[in-house]
């Protein structure tokens, strides 16, 4: 539920989306946690019980950090991580909810998000950039080239086959090239291959951007925190000083804030992100 104290805020940020020229969407976890992708409680419970009782682990991290014995049983964590996190549909429509949000709006998403939540709801994918990385997504561990591999197949035979928290020998991913052990596409340090598509994606938005320096821009930040701000929230902030014109809003349960030096052009709201799309449908009609 809104509080509130935030329904202004709410009519305000439903004016601003209306009256943008562009809106430049910025996601963190937030969104998707807001969404449901949730990696403790009864969610990690329900996919990695036997994992937690073995090792200890209350949360879907903690295992994805732990230096397994053996590659065997290090693809079964990482491929019910993958499975749930990727290719099952998120819990709720958060995201179908933000797309009919921004219906008929000159728009581009930069995430930090890596579940694809945003193509499976439906966004074009020529207006997305998600730089850090796809759980769907496979690369050398060396690397030794910069291409990416597609995994739904092979996780779901990772899923289906394994027994005794470890999956069978032969399906253990190497790679096609140097046969070394493959590793997931995710900015955890400089072994990170940026492909083709991922370049193709950091131009395109590179181009919004530049196209969009001046005039009646939103820069709406979803439940981005503090590990990354340097992706999202400071260039954000940065262009909005920038532009007097443009527009800062900040919707994050529990980490709402915008600087003192564009405060006057922001709009913050403390609030669930999903709550506040839901309230957001009732102004604007969708």
Known sequence: MIDHNDESNVARLAAAISAA???VVGAGAGLSTSAGFTYGGERFQRYFVDFAQKYGFSDMYAGGFYPYSSPEEHWAYWSRYIWCNRYEDAPKSTYEKLLRALAGKDFFVLTTNVDHCFQKAGFPKERLFYTQGDYGLWQCSVPCHDSTYGNYEAV????????NMCVPSDLVPRCPKCGEPMSMNLRADDTFVEDAGWHEAAHRYADYLRSHEQGSVLYLELGVGMNTPVIIKYPFWRRVLANPQATYACVNLGEAYAPPEIRCRSI?????IDDVLEELASHMGF
Not at 268 to 272: E, G, H, S, T
Request: hydrophobic residues 45%; negative net charge; glycine residues 0%.
């Open 21 to 23: 020229d562009a809106v």
């Open 268 to 272: 913050v709201l403390n609030a669930d």
């Open 156 to 163: 779901k035979r990772m899923v289906e086959e394994q027994r």
